[in-house]
């Protein structure tokens, strides 16, 4: 089956976003676990973030922060 680059190009997209979203809601979850309830303002602008690797930061970030003022600390940075 021969795909155009276009839709080559369009999965490509879609694939990154959906990994995009999938750390993202890692990086809630392990918050959740850790200090309950996140607020609406940090899980908003967690969810905006598209770059991986700064999701990964923010992964380790969630892991490590000794409560939730600290990883909004390494969030707005």
């Known amino acids: 089956m021969i795909e155009s680059p276009v839709l080559q190009d369009f999965y490509a997209e879609g694939k990154a976003e959906g990994k995009a979203e999938g750390k993202a809601?890692?990086?809630l979850?392990?918050?959740r676990a850790r200090f309950g309830a996140v607020p609406e303002q940090?899980?908003?602008a967690i969810l905006r973030v598209k770059n991986e690797a700064r999701l990964d930061d923010l992964l380790e970030s969630a892991a490590q922060a000794a409560d939730l003022q600290a990883f909004r600390?390494?969030?707005a940075s």
């Open 73 to 75: 600390r390494s969030l």
């Open 25 to 27: 809601e890692a990086v």
């Open 42 to 44: 940090e899980e908003t």
């Open 29 to 31: 979850r392990v918050l």
